[in-house]
């Protein structure tokens, strides 16, 4: 099961607030996390999910023979001091196949509570664009073997991950409380590091303006489901009923949060239930009271058990 990674800070400079999905907000009265941390991997390295098979018309920095949907950069934001619900519907700010198709939060509605599925959108970028993005993570070094970026002295603030196609693999490195400040407690190289990966995540970002695509449909979804509680003076929407029963969740040993890790083919009928639903929506599974949450899955991110 992912990590229940707990209001975020500001996103670096590239991204609008307008893109990162909608929290739920209002409800702060349910089941706060507290302050919970993630582990950093400083320049860790991620093989590649899909492996590289076809040319997708790139001749370019790292992009030959690469799968046209292959996953080759990637922004995320997590952890942090944040409602669980929010947590558990987090998906990448960002991202970035081989064939220059991105992805990323659509126009969000600002009626609350908000619809159950989020709002995806994806674009098309010049392979151009991409291959000089690649070519700036690789000659940036920041996905070398022990970039230091440093940990502030800002508690609750979250981490920004970013994914990124280099020397035939994806690598990912992270930061903690990006874009909030430096401070007096990080030295000069770590100060450096963080410039040059909000330059990076600015570069990436400067894409078509937000609601300039398509609507996107996931290959598969995560899907999590908690105990459904009541919020006074909220009309939740309209109740809702799962239709593929219990059993497509793993529950875990402590029956709290429930995951499912669904082909879109397998998910269909939760989707098209969903479409009528709130993100408050009361759930029935198999006669019990849920809440149900829906967030995309993309192939360089573990499932359920991550």
């Known amino acids: 099961m992912r990590n229940h990674r707990v209001l975020r800070s500001s996103p670096p400079s590239g991204f609008p607030a307008t893109i990162l999905p909608v929290a739920i907000v209002g409800v702060l009265l349910l089941l706060a996390v507290g302050c919970g941390s993630v582990s950093v991997e400083v320049g860790s390295t991620t093989t590649s999910a899909n492996p590289p098979t076809t040319t997708a018309g790139t001749d370019g920095v790292g992009l030959d023979g690469v799968a046209a949907d292959q996953v080759v950069f990637a922004v995320e934001r997590g952890g942090g001091f944040q409602m669980l619900e929010a947590s558990l519907r987090e998906y990448p700010q960002l991202v970035i196949f081989a064939d ?21 959108e994806v674009v098309q970028l010049p392979v151009g664009d991409v291959e ?3 070519a ?6 920041l996905f070398a073997d022990g970039v ?13 991950s970013v994914t990124a196609w280099v020397d035939g693999e994806l690598r990912t490195v992270s930061a903690e409380a990006l874009g909030i400040g430096p401070g007096s407690d990080l030295k000069a190289p770590a100060i450096e590091a963080r410039a040059d990966l909000t330059a990076l995540i600015d570069s990436a970002g400067n894409g078509p303006a937000i609601g300039a695509g398509d609507a996107y449909a996931p ?15 909220l009309a939740a929407g309209p109740v809702a009923t799962w239709p593929l029963g219990g059993d497509v ?23 098209e239930a ?5 993100e408050l929506s009361e759930w029935i599974v198999d006669g019990e009271s849920r809440t149900v949450l829906f967030t995309p899955r993309f192939a360089h991110q573990p499932g359920c058990a991550g």
């Open 148 to 160: 230091d970026f440093g940990m502030p002295n800002v508690a609750d603030a979250g981490s920004t």
């Open 219 to 233: 290959e598969r979804w995560l899907v999590y489901s908690t105990e459904f509680v009541a919020q006074d003076g």
């Open 132 to 134: 000089a993005l690649l």
């Open 136 to 141: 700036q993570a690789a000659d940036s070094g």
């Open 274 to 278: 969903a479409a009528r639903a709130t």
């Open 249 to 271: 969740f793993d529950k875990g040993a402590d029956n709290f949060i429930w995951c499912a890790d669904l082909t879109v083919e397998e998910a269909h009928p939760a989707i």
């Open 100 to 120: 220059g198709r991105m992805v990323r939060p659509g126009v969000q509605p600002l009626a609350f509570p908000g619809p159950a599925l989020p709002s995806i």
